[in-house]
């Protein structure tokens, strides 16, 4: 594999990933009520809890994505 090739797979892995995060802040945000209610009858845990647990999955998840696709990609595209 070629470092052209790298950056560009992980300019789109970066660009899917900025998408999920985007769908899943939208959606958490728009059918909040409705998904609390969901998860809280699943898992058995209090909805007041939920709210914390989908705050920190949006941040690892943007964590994650910042380390493992975002940062390699603009550190490839400066040396090339």
Do not use: C
């Not at 594999?1 to 999920?20: C, E, R």
């Not at 958490?28 to 998904?35: K, P, S």
């Not at 969901?38 to 209090?46: P, V």
């Amino acid at each position: 594999m070629t470092i052209d090739q790298l950056t560009a797979f992980l300019g789109w892995a970066a660009i899917i990933n900025i998408g999920l995060l985007t769908l899943s802040t939208t959606a958490l945000l728009a059918m909040r009520g409705r998904i609390t209610r969901i998860h809280a009858r699943l898992f058995g845990l209090d909805e007041k809890d939920l709210g914390r647990a989908y705050f920190q999955y949006l941040a690892q998840f943007k964590i994650a994505t910042i380390v493992f696709t975002i940062a390699p990609y603009l550190a490839l595209r400066i040396i090339a």
